[in-house]
């Protein structure tokens, strides 16, 4: 390990002794380690052909991946110059940036230039982002832009929430604002490496973000942790995070390099796949699947063949109406006159909906229309699943037959469910079974999100069959009288290497169907 990167993270750790955790977090200042700097710096291709290169550290904390990309440039003969631009706001830390970066600058073969800019990063450059009267009319462009943004939600009426308006909306976490100002802030064909949440890959929320980072600049190496608590060892961070690296032209590649390792100390245990680019981002909402395997990618593909979303076919996901702990009054634990089930994710059992089970506040006495469905069927999906558990998609059928002395049910809103613009035949809900049960559908989810919490504006993105299709699942699950995982893929399967032809959608047959 080289002197300048050694020095930097020696002074952060002393530094980080004196100063506590807590005034750290109210700037959302959290050390990047020295492995993980290094291989973000390792991460450029340096330019063979230039003189000068123009370097953006935005939120600079200490100055950790400065350090690391000046380091790494030490070998480039060419290079005459490195120009360093700082952005950090804490006035507590800037003193020990200063005194890291005088140090860079002595240690450093190649001169360095370098200027500390204790403004707001995003505030300050609201008027060129913008292109708003009053901006500089060509400002700075960086060749290289690395950056481990603050990771911190503010208000909708924050200054920062309405700067950016053609990307963010509502109350934004700082960390994406900071990506789309520094792909403004880059050069053509220059570069930029983050360490960032993986949040912004999938959801509505980040949609326009995506679509602009992803149009403007072009992915082309992705890192990801195996394990999320072992990116900032220190600091016991319990984000999921994974390094981008994005290059500013509208040219896409035909592949992306996606590499994994087990935390940030292992950097030498490194798994590479190469993935082909229009896999990793597709479809309209731009998402980002992180795929590290053949299996997945063939995942995808095979998925993505089909053109239909739930609500193309005239049904819908949705989260569960009732919020238990708002409408405690209205609970009941036993039944009662007026009283109808509230379902909750304990009601969903090896591919049933069992009720009654026992459960306290099982049924719901209510006349607010809100928190009632019709008893029609549907497919409950749970939303919240732990890490460890084999599946994310864990659902069950729900059959009104089963319940006919209700006009009305609710659900907890811990769960989602899937139903029709009319009632759905048993045997698309068992169709919509074998789907939600599918290995293939589970991997696909898994690959959309990272996350535990199964999101129903996405699943409403997800390909599905057409309605037919899943009709027909349905009716080979009820003909082979088996609703494990297993029987589920072989019809998937099955269905998906033989061409539905023919087989227009009709939103009558989601009636007629049983
Ligand atoms: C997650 S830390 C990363 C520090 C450093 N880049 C590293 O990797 O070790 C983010 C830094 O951004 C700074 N920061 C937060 N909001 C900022 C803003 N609006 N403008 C500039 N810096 C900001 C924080 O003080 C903090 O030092």
């Known amino acids: 390990m080289g002197i300048i990167l050694d020095y930097v993270i020696n002074a952060t750790a002393q530094y ?6 807590k005034q750290r977090k109210a700037y959302g200042q959290f050390f990047t380690s020295r492995e993980t700097a290094q291989f973000m710096a390792g991460l450029f291709d340096v330019p063979a052909d230039k003189s000068e290169i123009a370097i953006l550290d935005p939120g600079a904390g200490s100055g950790i991946l400065s350090a690391a990309l000046v380091e790494q440039l030490q070998s480039v003969q060419v290079l005459q110059k490195i120009h360093l631009t700082c952005y950090e706001t804490d006035e507590k830390v800037i003193p020990l940036l200063r005194s890291n970066l005088e140090w860079i600058c002595l240690k450093s073969v190649t001169p360095v230039e370098y200027k500390i800019i204790s403004e707001n990063y995003i505030l300050s450059q609201v008027l060129e982002y913008n292109h708003m009267i009053g901006a500089i009319p060509s400002p700075d462009k960086f060749d290289m832009v690395i950056g481990n943004p603050p990771y911190m939600k503010v208000s909708k009426d924050a200054p920062e929430a309405k700067s950016m308006p053609d ?35 999938s959801g509505a929320y980040f949609k326009s973000f995506r679509q602009k980072f992803l149009c403007e600049g ?42 994994t390792t087990q935390s940030n100390v292992d950097f030498s245990n490194i798994i590479t796949f190469e993935a082909p680019y229009n896999i990793v981002v597709s479809g309209e909402d ?8 053949e299996r997945e990618v063939r995942t995808l593909e095979l998925l993505n063949n089909w053109k239909h979303t739930l609500p193309g076919i005239g049904l819908k996901m949705k989260t569960g109406l009732t919020v238990d702990f708002r409408n405690r009054e209205a609970l009941r ?31 719901i006495v209510t006349e607010q229309s809100g928190l009632l469905q019709e008893n029609v069927n549907y497919l409950f999906v749970k939303r919240f699943t732990a890490k460890e558990e084999h599946r994310r998609l864990q659902c069950g059928v729900y059959l009104a037959n089963k319940h006919p002395e209700y006009q009305k049910i609710s659900t907890q809103n811990k769960i989602n469910f899937i139903g029709g613009s009319r009632e759905l035949s048993e045997c698309i809900v068992y169709g919509l079974y074998v789907l939600f049960n599918s290995t293939l559908y589970d991997c696909y989810y898994r690959i959309l999100n990272g996350s535990t919490q199964v999101n129903s504006t996405e699943i409403n993105t997800m390909p599905v069959p057409p309605l037919a299709t899943i009709e027909a699942m349905g009716k080979e699950l009820i003909r082979c009288h088996d609703t494990s995982e297993t029987t589920c893929d072989n019809i998937v399967r099955s269905f998906i290497y033989a061409e539905d032809r023919g087989s227009e959608d009709n939103p009558e047959r989601i009636a007629s169907a049983s």
């Open 16 to 21: 980080m002794e004196h100063m506590p955790k």
């Open 167 to 201: 990307i963010c909306y509502g109350a934004p976490n700082l960390y994406f604002l900071f990506a789309g100002m520094s792909l403004f802030n880059t050069k053509e064909y220059g570069e930029l490496v983050y360490i960032i949440p993986r949040s912004w890959t």
């Open 218 to 259: 072009t992915l082309e190496h992705i890192h990801l942790f195996g394990s999320r608590d072992k990116v900032f060892d220190r600091e016991s961070v319990l984000q999921e995070t994974m390094i981008i690296k994005m290059k500013k032209t509208h040219d896409k590649p035909k592949t992306i390099a996606i590499t």
């Open 286 to 293: 731009s998402y980002v699947f992180l795929v590290t395997n």
């Open 333 to 363: 634990n036993e039944q009662e006159a007026q009283a109808v089930p509230l379902f909750y994710s304990q009601h969903i059992q090896n591919g049933k909906v069992l009720f009654p089970i026992g459960k306290e506040n099982e049924y």
